[in-house]
């Protein structure tokens, strides 16, 4: 079995001076940075006080969902055969909150808009959605459903 590892830096920004010493005094901005990778800059949600101009880590949850698929639906498509020209997705994420502040996701919907070459692809495009889940490392690591609305068009 092959091991992965991976190593980042995430720097808190929002010191205004007087540290954590009031929830409302200080910034939930901070940095995600790695070696020869740009910054990306990161914030709680709004409704947690944090800056809606940033990514948040909830954001990036379900990005990372959605990027997993794309990649290894790509992979697998070069390998079929099936030549796609266009993919786009608009993922959604619900979370719920519980009294207290404690919460989880309930479940992430990928909805891929695949385009490929030739109507022959068509089907074995759908098809290969389900293998693409079967494959993506984080949606195999969550616990709550990962779900997918995927349409195929024919360029």
Known sequence: MKTHHYALTVTWTGNRGDGT?????????????????????GSSDRSFLGDPARWNPEELLVAALSQCHMLWYLGLAAAAGVVV?????EPTGTMSEHPGGAG???EVVLAPVVTVADGSMAARAERLHTRAHEKCFIARSVNFPVRHRPTVRVA
């Open 21 to 41: 010493t009031r929830p409302d005094g200080y910034d939930r901005d901070h940095v995600v940075s790695a070696p020869g990778k740009p910054d990306v800059p």
């Open 104 to 106: 989880e996701f309930t």
């Open 85 to 89: 020209v266009d993919y786009r997705d």
